[in-house]
């Protein structure tokens, strides 16, 4: 008897060390397996099936794989973006400040605003004079008359020779001597000025003027030919204003027609000053408005008087051509100078953003609402006013929300791609289309794999295949997670077909 209850003892006592070493190693492993605590289990094929325990999985017999508290927010971060409309984005705080990513809140705002353009220095085309031929001829000589050069009001350009005017001259100076004072030998009077002459001579006068201005001949040479008495040997070509000269068509022993334009001159005391705005821009905008004009790489600023918005529409931009005049005395704006051009414009009141917020792709406007903490959303929006670092959002967001304001084309290429990969599935090359039943078994983009028709799992056709988990059936692969799964659907194919087309899950 006595051995008997010793045996007995002995058994409780290994019984009962065993179910401590076993809780013992449970509990360590729960918690613990190299330092790293373990939060659950779960199955590598079916992930939302959970287990505080190891052990197999009832569905494909595969073991359990531990989940680390390091790695559950990572895995909390995947599970979300997994649950989130494509093209939503799905970035922690750490990876946020990794990357530079910074948010900004929509304000609602209307203080005075200043809209800054580029503009383009022009000539005034009532300041811009053309010096024409008025008949046939020959160019003698031409004077220091390239293009670029500034020139002063009757200057000599160049001289030129013509048949036609002989009678003209001559006819001029036989009216001068038959008229007393008009050649200024007689009280020193001129063909211009013609004074006490009788309306009859100064009838005369005039015509033979009026035909040797037609012809190009300067008043300043009438004049001396008035007073000399004879006629010139050549006409001379003279600037008709101070200014700068834009063209130049003679060189000297050149023959030229009639009406041949000879120079093409240009005063600049007084500018145009064009840029391209866009109707958004132009809000408050008003015809006489005073702009600051500032000349690029230079600290010198000038203003400008906005006067009109031309009719012409830039068919490369959509943009409007506003239309400014300044004053310049001292020629610091000269022809086909960029300029930066600030335009006061009172602004209403509105939602902002930060500019870098807001991405333009031609097509479309878009901001990243933040939509949870960490999630992302792509979102549609209309912009109207700008104004220095901050642009006015008149559709798509409210007053509150938090924006992608730094790093925005990051977040917006990682939601193009996003966009992609659940938008355009690829099939795996060299494999037989599958026929209607198999269409919907899903293919993951990203990562290459192919559902499991038998449990709704995706696969890695080439680990299955390795692994003997494939199965063909009327010239179609099928792929499976298990070897369960393979032959659950061997023995009822058509069963798992029919399902998988009607789109339930088997």
Known sequence: MKKVLTAVAIALLAILSYAAGRRHTARVATTSIGARRVVYWVDPMHPNYKSDRPGIAP??????????????????????????????????????????????????SGSPRAVRVLGRVVPEDTRVYRVNSGMEGFIRETYNDSVGVRVKKDQKLATYYGPDVLAVESGFLAATERVPGANGKDGNRTVLFPGAVSKQGVSSIQGYSDRLRHMGMSDVQINEMAEAGRIPESIDVVSPVDGFILARNVTPGQHFDRYTEFYRIADL????????????????????????????????????RVSDVLPQVD????????????????????????????????????????????????????????SSDGVFEARAVQTGWQ????????????????????????????????????????????????????????????????????CGMMVDPVKARAEGNALTRDGVTYYFCSDRCKKKFDAQPEHYSALNASGQRP
Request: net charge negative; charged share 20%; glycine share 10%.
């Open 59 to 108: 569905d494909c017999g595969m073991a359990l794989e531990p989940v680390y508290a390091e790695n559950l927010g990572n895995a909390l971060s995947s599970a979300s973006a997994g649950q989130v409309p494509p093209g939503t984005v799905v970035i922690n705080g750490a990876k946020q400040e990794l990357l530079g990513i910074q948010l900004a809140t929509v304000q609602s």
């Open 269 to 304: 005391s007084r500018v145009w000053i064009e840029a391209d705005v866009f109707d958004s821009q132009l809000r408050g905008i008003q015809r006489g408005a005073i702009a600051r004009i500032t000349l690029l790489n230079q600290t010198k600023t000038l203003s400008a």
């Open 315 to 370: 068919p490369a931009n959509r943009a409007l051509k506003l239309r400014l005049e300044a004053d310049n005395p001292g020629l610091d704006l000269r022809l086909d100078m960029v300029v930066d051009v600030e335009l006061p414009a009172p602004a209403s009141a509105g939602l902002t953003v930060p500019v870098n917020a807001v991405i333009d792709s031609g097509g479309e406007q878009r901001v990243f609402v933040e």
């Open 387 to 454: 104004s220095g670092d901050r642009v006015e959002v008149v559709h798509g967001l409210a007053e509150g929300e938090r924006v992608v304001a730094s790093g925005t084309f990051l977040v917006d290429s990682e939601s193009r791609l996003k966009s992609v990969a659940h938008g355009q599935p690829e099939q795996l090359p060299h494999e037989k289309a599958p026929s209607r039943p198999n269409t919907d078994r899903g293919t993951d983009a990203s990562a290459g794999k192919i559902k499991d028709t038998a």
